[in-house]
């Protein structure tokens, strides 16, 4: 991690501003995505994010709202609302300057679908049918888990989650803590060190 990510997870980074473009090349989007000092993966498109993109499911016609949690400067919602242009994608974190640089790069790309917002400026009553993320792993376990799990249960009783960790950052201990709070947990794919995680809920809670 170098100096452009430490501490990326704080509301208001306070390394001085040195905006650089980044690119993002997939098989279907091109983007040129604007990134600063004091958030995450400034250099380059992280890999497991870039995998997540590359590996993770379509997502069904019918989805209506998606979720970036930890968007950063945005490159996931970035492509999900070049992908599904129909849907909503709400793209949130705490740290102020990624979701100014979310907001950004959503208008550089012309995505007029993408809202990128404070965690508690999504409305308590919207539920997203697709979760996407790169978990913020190093906010420590005991946060992680409060995190992830409240934002899971905000799913759609058909919605899916989909999660990129690296494996030595103990991808495989939190899809087994996930299966333990009643949530079906698999694994997608492995590739140099990252896992892919989809996370569904289990049917005794769609039917409670």
Known sequence: MGDSDQHYWVSNPQSASRKKEVQLLLPDVDLSLTTDRGVFSANQVDKGTRYLLMEGPSVPASVKNILDLGCGYGPIACTLGERYPDAKVWATDTNIRAL?????????????????????????????????????????????????????????????????????????????????????????????????????????DEES
């Open 100 to 204: 100014e640089l979310c907001r950004l790069n959503a208008e550089k790309t012309n995505s007029k679908n993408i809202l990128a917002c404070l965690p508690e400026e999504i409305p308590e009553d919207i539920s997203f049918d697709s979760i996407w993320s790169n978990p913020p792993i190093r906010i420590g376990k005991e946060s992680l888990h409060e995190l992830l799990l409240e934002w899971l249960n905000r799913l759609s009783p058909n919605g899916s989650a989909h999660f990129v960790i690296q494996r030595h950052l103990g991808s495989d201990s939190l899809a087994k803590w996930l299966e333990t709070k009643g949530w079906n947990t698999s694994r997608r794919g492995s590739r140099k060190g990252f896992r892919l995680l989809d996370v569904t809920r289990r049917e005794s």
